[in-house]
């Protein structure tokens, strides 16, 4: 690399085609590489290089490397700049690419490109002397040439100028300072117009400046346009005394760009006003003494400690939480003793011993506001109302509703919080609560308290026995508060499956309420009045489009469900409304082309289409008393009733295999036939639903079986027919 006139790079180089960024010598710049020709120069060249030389190569600015290694190369910027490749780094995401840090060291002529692939290689001509950064600062080569001489001159003394402009306790700052007497004048140009804030475009006009001259001429603007900026942005903040404060800093990156001023100011005021807010709202959030004193010491801790302090967020977080807490909102009880039967009769039916109980409870509440009275909890299998029963009590007094599911809770800090010593401490389940529903006097259902754990971390059962004492409760301390909060207005219910596994402490706190399963009877009625409303509603159905008739629940219930309560039944019907509702929704469409063709009802056993899809209902019962006579004669009648709803499947609504079918005992080659051609169309009337109107093919019928089943019928019945 040495020759007699200094050190030189090597003739031939391999270019860095970049479009973003312009390398300056004496500069230090990070590219980012992803295109193939780039690319394919790091991994070659730079990463498999082993000597100084290799790690040279040339950045040609303003060109843009081609996406594909196919493409043919753009026109190469004719001047580029040699720089060595300080460091490489290489990541896989989001795409493959390296990072390089490119130090700049002199200028370069493209001569002649030597070859394309797989990285560009070209013959160079070196443009500026590589040892000028090593000679002493002098006005060297300027000093020769007077105009040159003046030009240098007056270039360094608008450095200094901007210099004195900036914070000099910036290190880059102060680096800059160093460097503006140690260079030689020559090279001033390179790193002052790298350093200040300039475009691309500016610093292209640099590079490409070959004389000297032309480069202090290009370069001398830009720094005077540095200072000029700098000197309005000073004159504004003289303007406004308020902003005296303000700090000039400067990147680290080491430009000095006017956006780069610091406005910390600002935020200080914000934060000012922050903590008065939170003042205000600590002392209108109406809470007790006790706790006014910890929140005002809490804030007064805060507003000492800066913001980037992890406690910071801490304090802040529990400051909220306390102005936030109902500590005297309450909701005003309407209780009326009779208006509360008849919506507990309006949403439930039988249950007669536990409604009664409910309202001997709401009564004495009634006549003594303050009563300490028991804790109801209902015990029985799922599914017969316990919930909806914590509900309705809440909707009869005018109070939240808010529920805590409990099974499975095995930490005693789920109930009473974690002290705030530990990362990551929140409240309990009963703060919370209170957070959520915004008044201290909710219903707080507590949800399968059978199903409470146990382990290493206390048992949440002794921590609910706070809870629910109404001689302790009125002082219930969450961990995380560490102040007493007022539980005595808190309604709590609480619901278990079985007595057995409830802790007998906690047992003894609760009055138990034994709620029994259905009859089947009682089962079809809760049904009907108002298990299948409530599904057409939240189906968006109407009872004209789906009819289930009672024996049909009969029929969903003792061959579809076996339960204690209803939630299954519930879970069928929902499955119908969803299958009619696919009808319903495809009728739709269908009746709006119908309406356009005039009506010519089709004829079929002597009824017309639509007046089919109405009485098509092959009762259960019927159907299951023909097969079940083990006669020749009554499979030709199964086999006559199969071709017939084939015939008019079309118009059939509900598809239900009867398990029965399967497990019948007949023998032979006809009971085979029949089930082959019966497998899946084994019609059994689960519910028929009638079109809207007549004339209208829009009926539908729902499936308590899965949607799976329905298109299985669907596919059988199509082969069949
Ligand atoms: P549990 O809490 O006992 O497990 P839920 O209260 O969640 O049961 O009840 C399940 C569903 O059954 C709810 O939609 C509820 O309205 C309904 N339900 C249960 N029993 C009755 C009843 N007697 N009358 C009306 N709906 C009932």
Known sequence: MTSDGGIKIPSRL???????????PGSTVRFSVDSPRNMQLVSQRLLRGTSLKSTIIGVIPNTRDPEHDTD?????????????????VGSNWPKPHYSLLITGLCRFRVSSLLKERPFVLAEVEQLDKLDQYTTPATEGAAAEDEELGELSKKFYQAAVQLLGMLDMSVPVVAKFRRLLDSLPRETLPDVVASMIRT??????????????????????????KQIEGLKLLQKTRKMNP????????????????????????EDEEEDGDDAVALEKKVHGANMPDAALRVCLKELKRLKKMPQSMPEYALTRNYLDLMVE????????????????????DNDHYAMDKLKRRVLEYLAVRQLKTSLKGPILCFVGPPGVGKTSVGRSIARTLGREFHRIALGGVCDQSDIRGHRRTYVGSMPGRIINGLKTVGVNNPVFLLDEVDKLGKSLQGDPAAALLEVLDPEQNHSFTDHYLNVAFDLSQVLFIATANTTATIPPALLDRMEVLQVPGYTQEERVEIAHRHLIPNQLEQHGLTPQQLHIPQETTQDIISRYTREAGVRSLERKIGAICRAVAVKVAEGHRVTKTEDLIPESPTQQGGKTLSSLSLCVIIRAGTFKHKYNQNTMANIETIKYCIQYIVKIVDQVTVLILPPAIYTSTYNGRVIREFLQMTRLIAVLKVCSVAGEKEGRQGSSQGSADSAYQTVRHSSVISQTS
């Open 14 to 24: 391999p270019l860095l085609l970049s479009h973003e960024g312009v390398l300056l």
């Open 72 to 88: 043919d190369l753009p026109t190469l910027h004719k001047i580029g700049t040699a720089g060595i490749a300080v460091q490489v």
């Open 199 to 224: 475009s691309n475009k500016e610093k292209l006009q640099v590079l490409d400046a070959v004389s000297l001259e032309e480069r202090f001429k290009k370069a001398l603007p830009m720094l005077t």
């Open 242 to 265: 308020d902003n005296e404060k303000r700090v000039l800093s400067v990147r680290k990156g080491g430009v000095f760009p006017g956006r780069q001023f610091n406005l910390d100011g």
């Open 325 to 344: 807490l109902p500590w005297s909102k309450s909701t005003k009880d309407c209780l009326d003793i009779r208006a509360a039967r008849t919506l507990l």
